[in-house]
């Protein structure tokens, strides 16, 4: 599975952005639908994951209440909407998915929240 991540972003804090990604290929047999942020001097993160087979959403502690994740089964597509941005929101986003045993990462897209 190939993935395009979009919406790379530099915005003052309280602000808004919309990430996506888009799958092709083999993609009928994604499990997850995931985002994970990599942050300056941290460790890469799960930041917010979708059960396609259930529904079911996960969101890490940090995000919740300002993140919503969702997807576009037609366009194979997961979405991350970020509200009420955070400086420390800021870094690389990536788009990860779950087929199996195997995963695909997306190459990132930076985000900056600035003060």
């Known amino acids: 599975v190939q993935l395009v991540e979009s919406g790379v972003g530099l915005v003052h804090a309280a602000g808004l952005l919309r990430l996506s990604c888009v799958a092709s290929?083999?993609?009928?047999?994604?499990?997850?639908m995931c985002w994970y942020r990599h942050a300056p001097g941290k460790v890469r993160e799960l930041v917010a994951d979708?059960?396609?087979?259930?529904?079911?959403?996960y969101y890490a502690d940090s995000v919740k209440g300002r993140f919503t994740i969702s997807r576009d089964d037609a366009k194979n597509t997961v979405y991350l909407e970020m509200n009420s941005l955070k400086p420390e929101d800021t870094g690389v986003y990536y788009c990860f998915v779950r087929r199996g045993p195997a995963s695909d990462w997306g190459q990132g897209t930076q985000v900056i929240v600035s003060t």
């Open positions: 979708i059960n396609v087979d259930d529904g079911s959403i």
């Open positions: 290929g083999v993609t009928i047999c994604i499990s997850h």
